[in-house]
């Protein structure tokens, strides 16, 4: 079982930045893949990033957030890391990082939860209009 603690959330406004972090308690991280998901009030956790396991080489997004969010692994340092930009009102929500033993590099695979063995309490991302 690997324990996944987020930080990086806060307030922002429209247009703004912000980076979130997500660290790993393991000493094989490289093995498993990375996913971020986020659930805004009232509605279902949604598929957000996700990257496959050891360099992270195939990276997946959801279709809302492409080109605005970049995922990324240090697996020196054990840390997923999310890039959030041009951030809009509509990416308010409390985003989860999540890990999975399976080693798949397929979007279709990556973005389901239920691939994921691991998941950490979230972090709240609020943007203001």
């Known amino acids: 079982q690997v324990q996944l603690v987020e930080s990086g959330g806060g307030l922002v406004q429209a247009g703004g930045s912000l980076r979130l972090s997500c660290a790993a308690s393991?000493?094989?991280?490289?093995?498993?893949?990375m996913g971020w998901f986020r659930q805004a009030p009232g509605k279902a956790r949604e598929f957000v990033a996700a990257l496959s396991w050891k360099s992270g080489a195939n990276s997946y997004y959801a279709d809302s957030v492409k080109g605005r969010f970049t995922a990324s692994r240090d697996n020196a340092k054990n840390t997923l890391y999310l890039q959030m930009s041009r951030l809009k009102p509509e990416d308010t929500a409390v985003y989860y990082c999540a890990a999975s033993t399976v080693a798949s590099i397929f979007k279709e695979d990556l973005e389901r939860m239920s691939m994921y063995d691991d998941w950490g309490q979230g972090t709240q991302v609020t943007v203001s209009s």
């Open positions: 393991t000493r094989t991280f490289s093995s498993y893949a």
